[in-house]
């Protein structure tokens, strides 16, 4: 009973958490769909990795050159 409850707790999280395709940027949709192995998924403006830790897709700042390469994101 308490595995039964474990992995409907984890399915209600990942499903919770996920996102529909068309609310995902499409730069961070191809780079899911590119790296298929590691289940990759996208939350909270973040890529999220199977261990749960997350990369910050995009800031939301505009930047020069110089900052796009001293300061960048993923959507940079």
């Known amino acids: 009973m308490k595995t039964l ?9 990942f499903t919770a958490s996920a996102m529909p395709a068309d609310t995902i940027p499409e ?8 790296y ?3 289940n ?8 999220i990795f199977p261990d749960g830790e997350g990369i910050v897709y995009d800031d939301g700042r505009q ?13 940079d």
Do not use: V
Request: charged share 25%.
């Open 27 to 34: 730069g961070a949709r191809k780079l899911m769909q590119s």
């Open 63 to 75: 930047k020069s050159f110089i900052e796009q390469l001293d300061d960048c994101d993923i959507e």
């Open 40 to 47: 990759l998924r996208y939350a909270d403006n973040q890529i």
């Open 5 to 13: 409850l474990t992995i409907i707790i984890a399915i209600a999280t």
């Open 36 to 38: 298929p192995n590691l």
